[in-house]
């Protein structure tokens, strides 16, 4: 089982902030634990099918792509993104075809990437890919991303209690 650690009571901003993110990264790969193919495929909500374990994994591994690299640092988007202009709006969700372990991996290389991009940028920098005037500090990325990503670990115990009725999270330290 994957192994969980809160950040310390008292440490520094970035490490309570990086702390928090990678305490709901870890959730996320909790949550996919023992899931069958089947099941991590499966569509228990009728009225958003997109919105299995496999399409919520894919999604966030964009939504770390898109906040880090293409609005943190501005990397230009060269069609490497599952949306297009005029595409569906969760383009990043038809994964019916991608086994749930390359989800997996390819959501923690994109965390390791999102680690690497902000290792030596202050709280205070700001995103390139966007208007001046609209960009925000890596700051508020980060609260962004730890909300993000709680977010969706609580559709994943939702939705992974609803598959097989696997409830809860391992003991953290």
Not at 26 to 51: I, N, Q, W, Y
Not at 137 to 166: P, Q
Request: some cysteine; proline content about 6%; hydrophobic content about 40%.
């Amino acid at each position: 089982m994957t192994e969980v650690h809160r950040p310390p009571l008292t440490a520094d901003e970035r490490t309570q902030l990086t702390g928090w993110l990678d305490l709901q990264r870890s959730f996320v790969r909790m949550k996919c634990e023992g899931l069958s193919e089947e099941d991590a495929h499966r569509k228990v909500l009728p009225t958003s099918p997109l919105m299995t374990v496999a399409g919520v994994v894919a999604h966030l591994r964009w939504v770390e792509y898109s906040w880090f690299q293409l609005s943190l640092l501005g990397v230009p988007d060269t069609g490497q993104t599952p949306w297009t202009e005029g595409g569906h709006p969760d383009a990043e969700m038809f994964v019916d075809d991608v086994p749930l372990a390359q989800l997996l991996d390819e959501y923690h290389a994109e965390c390791a990437l999102s680690d690497a991009a902000i290792a030596d940028l202050p709280l205070d920098a700001v995103e390139q890919g966007v208007p001046a005037e609209k960009a925000a500090s890596l700051r508020y990325i980060l609260c962004h991303m730890i909300e993000e990503t709680a977010r969706h670990v609580g559709h994943l115990d939702i939705i992974r209690e609803l598959v097989d009725g696997a409830t809860g999270y391992q003991r953290m330290n």
